[in-house]
């Protein structure tokens, strides 16, 4: 859906603009960049003109602009790790709200607005997950997005998944580290340009190092780019766009939190400006804003819509100067707030994804008590090994079933009936039943041993292991293909995950 075209600034407008602060923001402040000195933000400006948008002259912008467009303000909207949370829960806000809000800044002509995603944004909900991010896709073109970085959860289903939604998707998705068969994956691009009021944006996407996050089922022919090469690779990308393409502004979107992946070099240049102007981040689910020691924000806004980022940039063309205005986040109380009228967009993609049931309101069974995230592992271990039993249990004798299992947020379950959402959106990964063979000394080592492993032990059979016999154990596919463990695959259920195994096992009374 196109936004609502903005109109110029009028005189009055603007003068106000810059004696008031437009947004309250969770540690938001007003910083900007001017030539021949150090800014407030600690980066030093440059001497290149406005066409080579390397550099900005004159003074903070508190001239009056000579024309209605001589000072532009663009808003940043950013939203990271949202996990496929599109309906609302007890515990986060969905989307519908927010769209609503997105539509309310688009329609305000104060400002110019930027919609962009720091990763993972399909995998972690049954609206989203079933169909492998396609509603979440199509609800992110619904609102605007003009970017989404990818981020390590995009891969839970491959590559395949990732060609297929960007097939959909109406905004580039961006990687300039991601490398498929030594080359640079098809289905994502280093940077994309913007345009908002005759000013140009460019917007640089990375992944971070998480590729170990990854199932090693999906990661034979996956590499990403890290350490000194990732940083040369985007130095050479944001000069790219500051020189060659005269973008004003550049903005890094990395998947990845801060101090993690991030070599401040990006920030200090020797002469003008750092290489980038701020950076929006993900991956670790912290909301945080931080300066790094030249002066560039790093911003990242939680997880599971707990927080956007936000940051508002102030170009004066007469002035030949960027300032950022309130950089920080937004909590979900400001922009999913019950002033706000649900936009009709969440139904209107249930209703297309999911037609004839309701993962949210059909009981499966009833939980008669608390249940942690350690009862919830060790019972899916439990589940893994009779299942092993059942299927594979007459041809090999199977040891133990589990390996390395946790939930994610709200990782627990309350007491009381039970939804297959419910149990989806803390058990939801695609990882099918594998049969392993493993040799003792690694058994010994990286199961019975491993504190972070949950097994469910089949008798005695781990009594007595002998380090140089084979044994053979029941785990899933990320457990299975993670090559520390050194299992060889026997045989696989395709299809047949988790989450099904412990609604069944709640489908039939087994806490009630």
């Known amino acids: 859906m196109k936004k609502i075209t903005k109109i110029a600034l009028s005189l009055i407008l603007v003068i106000a603009m810059m004696l008031t602060v437009a947004c309250t923001v969770v540690g938001g402040d007003n910083t900007g960049t001017s030539s021949g000195s150090q800014s407030q933000t600690g980066t030093n400006s440059g001497s290149q003109s406005q066409t080579g948008s390397n550099s900005q002259t004159g003074s903070n912008g508190s001239q009056n602009p000579s024309t209605q467009e001589s000072i532009v303000t663009i808003d940043f909207y950013v939203m990271n790790d949202l996990h496929g949370m599109i309906e609302d829960s007890d515990t986060q806000p969905g989307v519908d709200e927010f769209t609503t809000y997105m539509f309310e800044r688009y329609a305000d002509t ?44 995009e891969y839970d289903w491959g590559g395949d998944a990732i060609v297929e939604n960007a097939k959909n998707a109406e905004f580039p998705f961006l990687g300039i580290n991601i490398l498929v068969d030594g080359e640079p994956a098809p289905y994502c691009q280093p940077s994309v340009i913007l345009e908002r009021g005759g000013v140009k944006i460019g917007v640089i996407g990375a992944m971070g190092d998480v590729l170990s996050s990854i199932s090693g089922e999906f990661t034979d022919d996956l590499y990403f780019v890290k350490g000194a090469e990732l940083t040369l690779a985007v130095q050479k990308e944001a000069a790219r766009l500051r020189n060659d393409e005269n973008c004003d502004i550049v903005v890094y979107s990395l998947h990845e939190g801060f101090e993690d992946g991030y070599d401040t070099i990006l920030s200090n240049k020797n002469s003008g400006r750092g290489y980038v102007d701020i950076v929006f981040e993900g991956h670790s689910h912290s909301r945080y804003k931080k300066i790094d020691e030249y002066g560039v924000y790093h911003i990242q806004g939680g997880g599971y819509n707990q927080a956007i980022s936000y940051a508002r940039f102030v170009v004066d063309r007469v002035n030949d100067s960027v300032r950022i205005q309130n950089p920080g986040y937004l909590t979900n109380n400001v922009y999913s707030s019950s002033t706000l009228t649900d936009d009709p967009i969440v139904d209107t993609l249930m209703d297309k994804y999911f037609p004839d049931s309701d993962p949210y309101n059909d009981i499966l069974g009833y939980n008669r008590t608390y249940r942690s995230e350690n009862a919830i592992v060790s019972k899916v271990a439990q589940l893994y090994l009779e299942k092993g039993l059942e299927f594979w249990g007459d041809d090999y004798q199977i040891v133990l079933g589990g390996g390395y299992l946790n939930t994610r947020k709200p990782y627990d379950l309350d007491a009381g009936n039970l939804t297959y959402a419910d149990i989806f959106t803390i058990l939801p990964f695609d990882n099918d039943l594998i049969l392993g063979k493993i040799k003792g000394s690694d058994l010994t080592r990286n199961f019975i041993e491993k504190s972070t492993y949950t097994n469910a032990i089949n008798g005695n059979l781990c009594d007595n292991i002998v380090s140089t016999q084979y044994y053979y154990i029941v785990v899933d596919s990320y457990t299975a293909f993670y090559s520390w463990n050194n299992i060889t695959i026997v045989d696989r259920i395709p299809g047949l995950y988790a989450r099904d195994l412990l609604s069944d096992f709640v489908a039939e009374n087994g806490w009630a």
Not at 121 to 145: P, R
């Open 110 to 153: 104060a400002a110019h607005e930027v919609l962009l995603s720091s990763g993972d944004m399909w995998q972690g909900s049954v609206e989203s997950s079933s169909n492998k991010g396609a509603l979440m896709t199509e609800w992110m073109n619904y609102v605007g997005f003009e970017a989404m970085t990818l981020g390590n959860h």
